[in-house]
């Protein structure tokens, strides 16, 4: 069973649109995370969620907002797509111990 | 400024070669530093954590090591093998505000192993 998974896989879509990625974990974890990995391959938090409470924001356009239904889901919506915001992201889930994160397999979105 | 710097920026050996690849950082206060290894087009996995108190941990063919003096820390991979090509990346968990801790990434190091 996979552990963290995101869907899409692959997202393509034109500048302007409004777009959503969605994120499940089955491990029980009450934290999530999403990262951005640019062309550099590195990676960038730009959110965190305990137990559906955002703790973490970092410095992230306001066009990106999280929504955590339950602690289990964590989805990404962006609205009015640039060309900047091509890139994979990545969710993540960290149990109470902090110990370790497990990413999903991310999503690799191309604005045109 | 907090920040993990890593070197070398890429590398290649030959396969059955060892490596050590080098993670600086200056984050404080510190709790935990990870190593996690991401293969191409797929997501990072944790290789190894290491809080203060820990020198060396080991995961397989993967030794870390940790001088929380000097705020360094190495992996080394021994015997290399084709599988090991990938990015690796040095995580650093720190404190701030309290009990409010927080995650700086390495940029990455990324491994070629040659045949």
């Known amino acids: 069973d996979t552990a963290v998974s995101q869907t899409p896989k692959y997202l393509v879509t034109q500048m302007g649109n409004d777009k959503s990625i969605k994120c499940e974990q089955n491990l029980g974890h009450d934290t999530m995370y999403w990262y951005k990995q640019d062309s550099k391959k590195f990676l960038k938090i730009m959110f965190s969620?305990?137990?559906?409470?955002?703790?973490i924001n970092e410095t992230v356009p306001n066009r990106f907002s999280p929504k955590s239904p339950d602690k289990a889901h964590l989805n990404l919506h962006i609205n009015s797509l640039e060309l900047g915001d091509s890139a994979v992201y990545f969710c993540a889930s960290e149990g109470a111990k902090q110990e370790t994160q497990y990413f999903g397999p991310g999503t690799r979105l191309l604005v045109l | 400024k907090n920040q993990v710097e890593q070197s070398p920026q890429s590398l290649i050996i030959l396969e059955g070669k060892n490596c050590t690849l080098q993670?600086?950082?200056?984050?404080?206060?510190?709790?935990?530093l990870r190593w996690y290894k991401q293969d191409t087009g797929r997501g990072p996995v944790s290789l190894t954590i290491?809080?203060?108190?820990?020198n060396t941990k080991s995961n397989g063919r993967y030794t870390a090591t940790l001088d929380a003096d000097t705020k360094q820390s190495s992996l080394h991979i021994t015997a290399s093998q084709l599988s090991d090509s990938a990015s690796y990346i040095c995580v650093v968990r720190f404190f701030y505000g309290g009990a409010t801790n927080k995650l700086i990434f390495g940029t990455g190091t990324l491994l070629a192993v040659q045949p």
């Open positions: 969620y305990n137990n559906k409470e955002l703790i």
């Open positions: 290491m809080t203060f108190s820990e």
């Open positions: 993670c600086n950082y200056t984050v404080s206060p510190f709790s935990n």
